[in-house]
């Protein structure tokens, strides 16, 4: 996030470029911090977290939503030299014990939301309430602490985010004080942000998008930042509107459920002037950018950093962004490049086979720092000097690529490897669909079967009649991609920070209480899935689709 020959900044010393700004710096609910007041907090916690330090690595766990205490305390953890580990608050039980001990944490700060979650549970750390007397008796004894930074290099470590586990156990990625601060301040500068802007962070900070896409930004630029305990669609507009809120960040699907709520012929009367985010459809983009009068930026983004692709003005509208700077596409067996894809008359890719590869930066690593205590995931990421992101893409003529799915998308359909994004691309065309999954479930015979769950936006209702001459109708659907099941559900099982978790859908299968649709052989008509109907003998299981 430097240009060549430029020295990344550090967290610690965009701190200190605030430490006597009188300017608003934090805002949450009724309540308002300056510049000065908020880094006079983080000296607070940074002298609170060396009383609290103990043998071993210097790792703070955090479970907290997005309170003003988070924001203190990844201060505090940069001014002491200490390490925040963001603790996802949608773990539970033994899933979250297992976090807490991957990443070494010796203290684990949570407050009375969360703290019940802890209890009982042999997490290996001593666990602190923010909301306790004990905890506030602490704090108290370290207000007015001299601000006294540990020297810190963009290369030192200051945070460990977990990846959402989509596919399977998070992983803790490093995340230095040149990753963090990194993309703050270009960002900041990008969209030309100042101190009379207000920067809003709803995402969840214990991932990297509200963090880097946003706490940064705002840090970096002297704006205000405002947090929300949690992201709320209906609320979304009302708090751009209270707080002046001129910039926000998004990862999944925030848009779609901003873009669901009633709109109004005032919608654009507000002061946000930009969107930045990722993993929002085309379709979500344009329809949020001219709903509510802004830009709306959706980049290509990982929790790991490893790869950054540049977006131009006349990139194609679903392209991920223009292959430079060594990334590019290499076959995941063979490790060749890959060609450009090619399509028919009707659109259709014809040479799958050869065109769609895993995205690869050759020149190396990237902003990538490796995983914590996770050396076969690093070997992993890491092959040949080359950082493979583990997304699937292919490539057009012009040097754009475009997403196909996660490596561990692939479906096998006929002998045929199918990626889930692009159908999930023309499913998301129907006027009645809000959002489309994708996903595998077994074939009677061999590989994989096409199974989609929708969810249809308000007052629609499902014509399978209908949906099915819309699916005749787009030429690049080919025969193989057409799904096999449709899944009418209410909402889709997502991470915290709003991801599908397509492992969960694939596992269930059929076997769920909501109305599944199926085409029994080539043609393209569906009808109810129920075990009467049933001529391949599905494994239904105790919750299965009404008989």
Known sequence: MAAPGETLPTVTELLLARA???????????????????????????ALLRALRRPGPFHV????????????????????????????????????????????CQVVLTD??????????????????????????????????????????????LMLVFTSGTSGEPKAVRCTHGKIAGPGRL?????????????????????????????????????????RRRFSASGFLDDVRRYGVTYANYVGKPLSYVLSTPSRE???????????????????????????????????GSTEGGIVLPRPPEMPREALGRLEGGVTVLHPGTGR????????????????????????????????????????????????????SGDLVYRDEDGYCYFVGRTSEWLRVDG???????????????????????????????????????VLRPGAVFD????????????????KQVPRFLRLTGRLPRTATYKVLKRTLSAQRWRTPDPVWWREGAELRFTPLTPSSDPIRLDWGARSVRG
């Open 20 to 46: 006597e700004d009188a300017n608003p710096g934090l805002v949450f609910e009724d309540i308002t911090w300056t510049w000065a007041d908020h880094v006079q907090e983080c000296a607070n916690r940074a």
């Open 112 to 157: 009375s939301r969360y703290v019940e979650l802890l209890q009982g549970l042999e997490v290996g750390a001593r666990v602190l309430d923010i909301d306790s007397a004990a905890w506030h008796v602490s704090a108290f004894r370290h207000t007015h602490s001299p601000l006294e930074p540990v020297p810190a290099s963009p290369d030192d470590l």
């Open 266 to 300: 005032d919608d654009a009367d507000n002061p946000l002037r930009m969107m930045f985010g990722n993993e929002g459809t085309p379709r979500d983009v344009a329809a949020f950018a001219e709903r509510f009068g802004c830009q709306v930026v959706d980049a290509y």
């Open 464 to 479: 399978p009649d209908a949906f099915a001459a819309f699916l005749a109708g787009q030429g690049d659907l080919g025969p």
């Open 416 to 454: 045929e490897n199918l990626g889930a994004a692009p159908i999930e691309r023309v499913l998301l065309r129907h006027p009645d669909v809000a959002e489309a999954a994708v996903y595998a479930v077994p074939d009677p015979k061999v590989g994989d079967q096409v199974m989609a769950a929708l």
């Open 187 to 227: 960002l900041a500068e990008r969209h030309g942000l100042g101190q009379a802007d207000a920067v809003y962070v709803s995402m969840p900070m214990f991932h990297s998008n509200a963090v880097m896409a946003g706490w940064s930004v705002g840090l970096a630029a002297g704006a205000t930042i405002v947090l």
């Open 337 to 388: 490049p890959c060609p450009p894809a090619e399509f028919d008359d009707m659109g259709r890719m014809t040479n799958a086979a050869d065109a769609v590869g895993e995205l690869v930066n050759e020149a190396g690593a990237g902003m990538f720092a490796g995983y914590y205590n996770d050396p076969d995931a690093d070997a992993e990421r890491l092959r040949g000097g080359m950082f493979w």
């Open 61 to 104: 766990g955090v479970l907290l939503d997005n309170v003003p205490e988070y924001s203190f305390l990844l201060g505090g953890a940069a001014l002491a030299g200490a390490v925040l580990v963001g603790l996802n608050t949608s773990r539970r039980g033994e899933a979250l014990v297992r976090d807490i001990r991957q990443a070494h």
